[in-house]
């Protein structure tokens, strides 16, 4: 059968189709924890108003009612679906809850195997999906708490897109509407074919310095590939940057821990980065590592290459895009080399049994502000000189994936943050009888990516209800006992800043100041 074709996906989204084709990246999750007061007391009635809200929600977004298909070829298209069967994309589980903790190990277990699957048949149905978990403990005299995963193919939105969709939702749950008329025995039937915005090639206004592309030119193709190896000097082994094991995009297995900050200890991490005039990412940056350099061998891991995402949606033309309500991926990065003689201090720091942690913390800030001055410098220059404005330039993305099996990562980790749910949008405002619906956490995740950096961090939270932060590994990829090693870090130092103002990690004597 034939199929109605919206548009090219656009040469920026084929970086996320050629991907997810080859199975290296195959989705992105935000888990919004959502309370019901007063109680629905019937299942039925409850996926009933899960349902028709997010009928909604698919109606007020034309990407989320799109197929894609030729996905493996060079022209993936988006194309018109004329209807979308809602029992297909609304998953309901029940996971054991004894008690919070093993209610959230079987969340995060099964937000792991999501990000293991691929979306099958996009030329059907979207790359999308709900997955609503409900505690089996759950008594309908205490308020309902359900965690809604919306689940995503990057090709499809980003990381601040899911708080529109979740704020979206959130409006909808809370309305008294009718459901939308188009919603018939769960279908969605869709007279007529959805109005995408542009792909982000054409909707940001990316400029392109001479000098720019002649330097990515010669670093990119005639240094690498051209210029014979014996021309080439070696680089000295103690400058290279520990990348993780090189990339196999086998198994695909992702691996996930949470780490949470609860309001009061992020209150206070956000008082200190004010005073030393840095932003929370940059902290975070240097906290990761902090905990990895003190975990690390030198010989093994000498230095580390740093990652931080950065969205355009602020670049975006005012005229072509609705920054505020439109969901869109719109992501670039940034790197940051900690060099060798970075991260040897603070290995010293950590080695130094007589200094104090107030002799030692100003290293902790002064490289957090390296690394923020690095970033601000970057977003200052955009949307100028960025390698996301050259995605046309690549003829064959799924060549260039498996070119690179084998070979070094390109970056230590990233830092995604996400940022936090506005408190007006995770307010309930359902009154009288009618239950009311609200936000109290927000779980961002990426889960195995064999072409991208080592591991990464992810950050989320809801204004006023602190942040979770969860640590995401492709199995193999690096050690379990470094991810786990590094969670217990950041959560053991972010915990006592908030109690003593110091993050306690230096003068340990152990080399791990612990």
């Not at 200190?272 to 005039?277: I, L, T």
Request: include cysteine; charge should be neutral.
């Amino acid at each position: 059968m034939s199929q109605t074709v919206i548009r090219s996906v656009g040469s920026a989204a084929k970086y996320n189709t050629s991907r997810h084709s080859l199975g290296l990246y195959r989705c992105v999750i935000n888990t919004a924890q959502y309370s019901i007061s007063p109680p629905i007391e019937q299942l039925g009635e409850l996926k009933s108003i899960v349902e028709i809200a997010l009928a909604t929600v698919v109606m007020q977004h034309g990407i989320l009612r799109v197929g894609i298909a030729n996905e493996d070829s060079q022209d993936p298209v988006f194309t018109y679906l004329k209807s979308i069967d809602l029992h297909e994309m609304i998953e309901w589980k029940r996971l054991p809850g004894d008690d919070p903790d093993t209610y959230t190990q079987g969340l995060i277990r099964s937000t792991e195997a999501q990000h293991d699957r691929l979306w099958e048949g996009l030329q059907r149905k979207p790359g999308w999906k709900l997955i609503v978990h409900q505690n089996n403990q759950h008594s309908n005299t205490e308020h309902v708490k359900l965690d809604i995963s919306f689940a995503f193919h990057h090709a499809y939105a980003d990381g601040q897109s899911a708080f529109i969709f979740h704020r979206d939702l959130l409006r909808a749950l809370n309305s008294a509407d009718s459901a939308p008329g188009e919603l018939q025995d769960h279908v969605l039937h869709l007279k007529e074919p959805p109005t995408l915005p542009a792909g982000s090639e054409v909707i940001v206004p990316f400029t392109i310095s001479w000098s720019y592309l002649l330097k990515l030119i010669w670093s990119d193709i005639v240094w690498m590939n051209l210029v014979p190896s014996w021309l080439k000097a070696k680089p000295n082994p103690a400058t290279i940057p520990w990348t993780g094991n090189p990339i196999n995009p086998e198994p695909h297995k992702a691996n996930l821990r949470l780490i949470f900050v609860p309001q009061e200890v992020l209150a206070s991490l956000l008082a200190a980065c004010r005073k030393h005039r840095v932003t929370l990412t940059p902290l975070l940056q240097v906290l990761v590592l902090a905990s990895v350099a003190s975990r690390m061998p030198s010989d093994v891991a000498p230095a580390f290459d740093l990652s931080t995402a950065i969205s355009l949606r602020r670049f975006t033309k005012p005229d072509m895009f609705d920054r505020e309500n439109a969901l869109h991926c719109l992501v670039t990065g940034h790197r940051y080399l900690a060099d060798a003689s970075a991260v040897a201090a603070f290995r010293a720091s950590f080695l130094t049994t007589d200094q104090t942690e107030a002799a030692a913390e100003p290293l902790l800030w002064s490289t957090a502000a390296k690394i923020g001055a690095s970033l601000h410098a970057r977003v200052s220059t955009l949307p100028g000189d960025d390698v996301a404005g050259l995605t046309g330039m690549v003829s064959d993305w799924s060549e260039r994936w498996v070119s690179q099996f084998g070979k070094k990562r390109d970056a230590t980790w990233e830092c995604s943050n996400a940022g936090s749910i506005k408190a007006c949008d995770a307010r309930g405002s359902g009154g009288g009888e009618q239950a009311c619906w609200k936000i109290e956490r927000s779980i961002f995740s990426q889960g195995a990516t064999p072409v991208g950096p080592a591991f990464g961090l992810n950050v989320a939270g809801v204004e006023g209800q602190g942040l979770w932060m969860t640590v995401s590994w492709q199995e193999t990829t690096v050690e379990t006992s470094l991810m786990e090693g590094l969670v217990q870090d950041l959560q053991k130092w972010t915990d006592a800043f908030a109690s003593t103002g110091r993050f306690g990690m230096f003068g340990g004597g152990d080399g791990k100041g612990r």
